[in-house]
């Protein structure tokens, strides 16, 4: 199977009218979060998450090519993909900032693998790090789930560069 075509032609917009047209899809929020080799912890904010396939059961998120945490996130044999509730805006920005120690009093317990789930998630997935692939500036990082676990809430919703919740 052919996974690559030809160039499109050029496009007729610039990026920033593109991120606004991007910005009318609304998203839930995620925080990415990892355990580094000396045992402390790593998090992002990433909207990009989908899911892949159920059997196996597979989700992916994407990181921007030149993210100062490119390495860790490429490196580690495992990750947890956070899903967060209507009610966690400010997790969604603390992890979005760069911060000395984002998990200062952060409640959180950790997965089977020793990776922090945060507490109050409206689901969470351990994912085994399955495949990489570099994609214009972005890398997509394909997991495969080993746990997941949800409760179910109102979802983060981010849309028009803002977060939101849904009406009640």
């Known amino acids: 199977m052919n996974t690559r075509s030809p160039r ?66 490429s490196g580690n044999s495992h990750y947890v993909i956070n899903v967060l509730g209507a009610e966690q805006a400010e997790l969604a920005q603390r992890f979005a900032r760069r911060t000395p120690n984002p998990f200062d009093d952060v409640e959180y317990a950790l997965s089977r693998t020793g990776q922090p789930i945060l507490k109050g998630a409206s689901a969470w997935f351990e994912c085994h790090n399955r495949s990489r692939y570099p994609e214009g500036d972005h890398v997509i990082f394909v997991g495969e789930v080993e746990q997941c676990a949800f409760a179910a809430q109102p979802p983060l919703i981010f849309h028009n560069g803002k977060f939101n919740t849904p009406p009640a």
């Not at 009318?24 to 990009?48: E, N, P």
């Not at 994407?62 to 100062?68: K, Y």
């Open 8 to 73: 499109a032609p050029a496009q007729e917009f610039d990026t920033t009218h593109f991120r606004q047209a991007l910005s009318q899809f609304a998203t839930g929020v995620t925080v990415i979060t990892t355990r580094l080799a000396d045992g402390s912890f790593r998090g992002l904010t990433a909207s990009s998450f989908n899911s892949v396939s159920l059997s196996p059961p597979l989700v992916l998120w994407s990181l921007g090519s030149v993210a100062n945490s490119m390495p860790i996130f």
